[in-house]
């Protein structure tokens, strides 16, 4: 249940203490317009056929994905979280949300927050200050997968314009669907007999798929019970156009795995937005997206508007079976479920880079919305992306160090000074440039784990280099999408092959590039980011692919801890037993 | 691992702290024998085939069930607990100990401790008192039914004899096995539209049974991938013995569902012992045996000695497909694998209540170690047990109030009188004895949810009349096996029908009856306990059908309060947030 509230129907509905939230809301920012916007969100456990196959999905209100936020910026959100999962804890990432003065509501388990345990009701309170495409997710274990995620969509206030005209905004988040459960796949990944998840079931758009059930034929089971593509739940997702108005689409990625291309048959797409920041307009047949990235794209509804037309999402940069995921683009007044005459969109070459690196490369900021970066940094960490065995186990490192999550959260650790919480030792800043052949299985796979995190000196101007190599397996390189909590970075460049210190800085983008949260390192290759470290908390940085994540993929920033307000005592109810 | 360590090694091996409690357990304890057995069990999601099909269960260490407990009287015990769970918290119930002072370990979650979290390692520290069978497992959601459960086995202090003679001591764990997991299964049962558990796959003893995964017959699927009967893991359990031996057989059952009955083909078994007290000796062919309760029986070796035999399981009091359990009963020197040249016995007719109830009346207190019951008591409960909807929603009640946990465990609230914590009302001590129809579906059904617990007088002698009725289906009323935790009840009788609270009580065993933590209530009977509510703490009285506790079949008793020692903090990591 959502209920936004204006400032006078909230002094008659919230009680003295919510008043005062109210008040010091109003305090902290300047526009009159700033809304509070609460929500009452229940987490459980339900059946549900995204799909047609019937499988436990995690809910919010009885939805997956769950209820979509709707803000203008400067707003404050809170929601207040109910976690009805039977013996499962939950936390819940504002992806995309700075979260600047809460770092304590990032909601990542293990480094911002302990986790809300069954029974428990958790707020989350944090100010959308920027307006944009977001999103949000589970954010402990691989739970996300389990269909814990939603969108944020922040406008501008209003009368202020966008650089880019619109008749109509519309949402839709790409997502990769697998039949067995979140604990299934953890299980096979963490243990010595591993088991890799495998290419997904199918694809959803906004939450729908199709799964060919036929798949699952056997004379001992009745198919029609766990598998039914009659089943409404599972009807193509349908997109309404009017002939001849330009929609804004914010399509977002949260695969598990996936790399995707998003395509709308016969229509061009007008990419505007990404991550939240203004791009410089430019045209895609075929929208290139990784999970963790949001885009807006201006489509026309220009084309012969008596038929209906596919939107089609197809897997990139892994060789997989899994189709495609088929939407409606239905030209009013079609009926919605009339399917186009056409068979669907072929997706483009899955393992021709190019295209990729071209789209990446084509991502400025729009010119009248630079935010010019600074032209030197202070600090450069070089990540090295590498699989590896630690104790015989497989893993994703960067430079060799595979991370694992501490028990209790950094954020506390750090404010309260707990030594004991986590390796004092950093992890390196670089790798064994001179040696490493990144084009070829390691000699050594060996890795270790550890937890230690890079501490930044606040407002520090810091680089990071994504470093690609080859993986555990013959010419095989893949794609990371790299997503950073509680920053934008600008994207300075991406390059092929090994990053070189010395020339390949001379070729960042230091006029207009692109800010972002989520960016992709292409296969063997490398991407160059930098940002300021001006947000006091303690952030992850890590690969927004579900299972290398969960396999170690990913380190955590610290800064300006001594910044840090006093911690709220909810985030810390897995401390203080130890 | 598990490490028993006498005195002298004891000082070896642990730290000035460790010496401390040992130091301390010889002071409390008079017997100079006592020791401290000190375990360290890992819990972790793996998967396993006990049955041939491969699924995810809950492991210690490695193994389902899990490692056996293995003490003296007057032992403690110390099981250092790590949940390496990735999302789920656990807790663990140490079945048929009575937790005398020291209340905080009982292990239930909701009732006597919070959770523990991932990553967390919880201290369970208890000592036990008396010699024999016990059993453990976990008692949070339905986790018990992944597997998470295991054998105590408590014998007498070096010297002191048992009143029966034998020559070997074996312990073995009755189950029912399903593929689907316990959170589908908790699902489906507290969602709206209601989908119950359904008869078990297979039937485990020891941990391993048969799935005939021809079953899973498809065009489309790799069978043998995900039920494979060559897989060692499901070959059939074995237990050898040599011929002319006596064998003390303890039988347990942690059924989450079924009644069974266990029988040896061809070999008749004595029963002298029930959930740890000496049972005046009689033979069965057929041993009945209800979840949470353990036997020991006698067996002797005395048939053809070049042959093996089938011990074997069957569900009785449900109309089941499930095929028995089959274990290997193998007279040495023959080959333990060598199939028994018979056709597995089958078991008794499903619906023959009779020889059921007759083995419930049977058991009685040996002669040379009655327990004297109070001759009076001071307060007696009748709790009806009923199938009903609450909203809609399917449950079980006690006096039309089905329970619902509360997120603060009782023993906390109580100690620190949280009386936010729970409904202070107490439950209703009876039903509308007058006019409730016990044999026919009710003309409402139904029923409310309530959290109240039931206040008894610390050393009052209090009477439970477990009252049976027809459920929500025409001509059906279950078996439901009731624990109470905490203490021995004595059992004073059994009764077919609607429990006269006039003249039934006349028929009472007062002289010699058996004294047990778990008793069956038969279709459509009644079942009267006696106990004294001399432990003071909050104790949990359920079915222990694991569906029908989650579906609300269980009440709480307290006591004491005052007289509860400090709680340690170790289980109060869900309380100081609220």
Known sequence: MAVSSGFLRGVKLFNLLAFCVLFFSLVNFPTAEARVRRYKWEVKYEYRSPDCFKKLVITINGRTPGPTILAQQNDTIIVELKNSLVTENVAIHWHGIRQIGTPWFDGTEGVTQCPILPGETFTYKFVVDRPGTYLYHAHYGMQREAGLYGSIRVSLPDGKPEPFAYDYDRSIILNDWYHRSAHEQ????????????????SLLIQGKGRFNCSRLASPTLDVA??????????????????????????VSSLTALSALSFQIEGHNMTVVEADGHYVEPFVVQNLFIYSGETYSVLVKADRNPTRNYWAATHIVSRNSTTPPGLAIFNYYPNHPRKSPPTTAPSGPLWNDARPRLNQSVAIKSHRDHVIPPPQTSDRVIVLLNTQNRVNGFMRWSLNNVSYNLPHIPYLIALKHNLLHAFDQTPPPDGYDFKNYDIFNVSENTNGTTGNGIYKLDFNSTVDIILQNANSMSNKTSETHPWHLHGHDFWVLGYGEGKFDIYNDPRKYNLVDPIMKNTVPVHPYGWTALRFRADNPGAWAFHCHIESHFYMGMGVVFAEGIDRVGKLPSSIMGCVHRN
Request: proline share 10%.
């Open 225 to 250: 019970k766990v598998c039914n593509t009659t089943n409404p739940e599972c009807s193509p997702y349908v997109l309404t156009v009017i002939p001849g108005k330009t929609y804004r689409l914010r």
């Open 186 to 201: 953890s299980a096979g990944l963490s243990s010595l007999d591993f088991q890799w998840v495998g290419e997904p079931d």
